[in-house]
Nanobody, 122 residues
C-alpha cells in the first residue's frame, strides 16, 4: 500500500512564505510525476505544479515566479516552496503521485494525499 504524507501547511500573512513537503511511503518501484493540486472553497481542484522523475516541471500560470517545486527521487519526496503568497492561494493543498508502480511489471496507479490547509490572510 502506498501512502502520501503531507506537511507544512498553515496560516501565513500575505507576502509570506510556506514550504510544503510530501513523502510517498510503501512498496514503490517507481513514480512518474509528483505534484501539488489545490482546492479553494467552492472551486474545483486545480493543478498548482508538478515535476516528472526526469525533472520537467509544470506550473499554473497563477503561481509562476512565486512557487518552486522540487523532488528527491531517492526519497520519493516532493516539495513546494511558496513565496509571495496571496490570499487567493488559500485552499487545501493535495499531494499527487502519478503512474506509481510497486513492481516493474505492475500497472501504474495514481495516489493522493489527505490534504493540508494553507490559509493566507490579507
Amino acid at each position: 500500500q502506498v501512502q502520501l504524507v503531507e506537511s507544512g501547511g498553515g496560516l501565513v500573512q500575505a507576502g509570506g512564505s510556506l514550504r510544503l513537503s510530501c513523502a510517498a511511503s510503501g512498496s514503490i518501484f517507481s513514480i512518474n510525476a509528483m505534484g501539488w493540486y489545490r482546492q479553494a472553497p467552492g472551486k474545483q481542484r486545480e493543478l498548482v505544479a508538478n515535476v516528472t522523475r526526469g525533472g520537467s516541471t509544470t506550473y499554473a500560470d497563477s503561481v509562476k515566479g512565486r512557487f518552486t517545486i522540487s523532488r528527491d527521487n531517492a526519497k520519493n519526496t516532493v516539495f513546494l516552496q511558496m513565496n509571495s503568497l496571496k490570499s487567493e492561494d488559500t485552499g487545501v493543498y493535495y499531494c499527487n503521485a502519478d503512474q506509481v508502480r510497486i513492481r516493474s511489471f505492475s500497472s501504474p496507479r495514481e495516489y493522493w494525499g489527505q490534504g493540508t490547509q494553507v490559509t493566507v490572510s490579507s
